[in-house]
DNA sequence: CGTCGTTTGTGAACGGATGCACAAAGTCGC
DNA sequence: GCGACTTTGTGCATCCGTTCACAAACGACG
């Protein structure tokens, strides 16, 4: 009941959206790659790059690269390449980063200790606002620079820090029920930890990072490999009658 | 307007070896959400379902649900709908969940301590064979019922017990490293949750988890809806062109 | 100032994924 | 046994994303 690539109905609702922002999805979900790669050239002291270094270093093709870099605008010179720094500033303030968003991190298991303690969050574009559990022997405990408050004072938090991201580190159990909460305080974007499908409103944004779902596509692709490693096809399903 | 994201993300590596059999990958992404949605039928006594009600729990639409499951062949009885325990049956055979694959985590931090804890783990088609790091301080410590092995083990353990699936789990400094060594001990599927792009042979298949690109795909998101909700285009770059 | 080499930005072809709509295939009631 | 009803499986049109290939734009250099 979770997924990684699209959920419910990610199609084209008749109402649509007068000017979705004209940056594709895929294209948007480059952006942050290639942040990071330009974060690292800037920090090793390049202050040009050209299209296919930068397309190396994010993994893609050069193409696609300047394809996704075209929908931000024409930064680019012809014959040199990119500015760095102007273009880390232009993919930032695309991504909205130009901001510090304040986010709320719901469960502070492992998980919730892993994002919490997680460097480049603070560091660029985001700030934990709170890190909330209901389990008591959590409560108040000291993780990293931060304390654990309880779950209770979520709506308190959301609406004093204007909080518009919360992500749910909490068990598969709660999930929905911190989720309802969320929104009816007003977040509506939400990034979901716990293995099973949110439902929610219309407005509000979900995505999720689901680890089982993950390894069983790289099951599939071992079990493909393994398979013709051995030879034959080894008969899967779809072969027979 | 959708109410949740898509989100695209398929191969990172253009050297992408796997030999589809037959099996689009976007189909291949949503199998484990079926499957997950199918384990939660069967567990509340539920022994046949139709794809419409499938697909709702899925997050999917029914024909989309419909078309991905007929590539895995006809399972289905037209006017019924599918037997909950055969079709997770045959999902888990597509996926190769039928064996049970031993993985390799390196990195005992707060991530990979989340991963050896995480229920769904162990439970259903996947072992962990071991739980690395280089860390003397965690080393011998007790994560659950595992106790972490220095990461010197790492070539032993892929060897002796044919662990196929790696999860890196270390800071981005040690991600290459350790995934050079993965490599080398003959893993070729990577579940990488370090922030960088790796860099691996031909053959190899590499999964990306990354938190912050997808808080950044939400900023991006929740930055286009503040916006919105101002009035009109707020003079982003993208207006321009 | 003009030519040359380099790199961007993009038009166009291509391929894969999505959703609709419907015929085929089955069950159920009588 | 038969008709009505339900649900699957899929052909088809459409949309989105990727890739190719090239003209336009720019710096370098004599």
Not at 26 to 45: D, F, I, K
Not at 55 to 84: E, F, P
Not at 101 to 112: F, M, Q, R, S, T
Not at 174 to 200: E, K, M, W, Y
Request: aromatic share 6%.
């Amino acid at each position: 009941m979770s997924s990684t690539l699209a959920q419910p109905d990610a199609g084209d609702q008749p109402g649509d959206r007068s000017w979705d922002g004209g940056i594709p999805e895929a294209t948007v979900a480059r952006l942050p790659v290639y942040l990071r790669a330009l974060y690292a050239l800037a920090e090793r002291g390049v202050t040009t790059v050209a299209s296919d270094e930068l397309a190396t270093a994010a993994g893609v093709n050069s193409a696609k690269l300047r394809k996704d870099l075209s929908h931000l605008g024409s930064y680019g010179i012809r014959g040199v390449g990119y500015d760095v720094d102007y273009l880390v500033y232009q993919v930032s303030r695309a991504l909205g980063l130009t901001q510090s968003w304040p986010v709320v991190i719901v469960g502070a298991g492992n998980l919730g200790r892993a994002l919490a303690n997680y460097g480049g969050f603070a560091s660029r574009g985001f700030r934990i606002a709170a890190l909330l559990d209901s389990d008591p022997a959590l409560v108040g405990r000291k993780i990293g620079r931060l304390v654990v408050s309880h779950a209770d004072e979520l709506e308190a938090v959301v609406a004093s820090q204007n909080v518009a991201i919360g992500a749910i580190a909490t068990p598969a159990a709660s999930a929905q029920a911190v989720c309802d909460r969320l929104v009816a305080a007003g977040v509506t974007s939400i990034l979901n930890f716990a293995p099973l499908v949110l439902t929610v409103p219309d407005g509000v944004d979900v995505r999720k990072v689901d680890l089982s779902i993950e390894l069983q596509i790289l099951a599939f692709h071992a079990q493909r490999r393994s398979a013709a490693r051995v030879g034959q096809l080894a008969g899967p399903a779809v072969a027979e009658a």
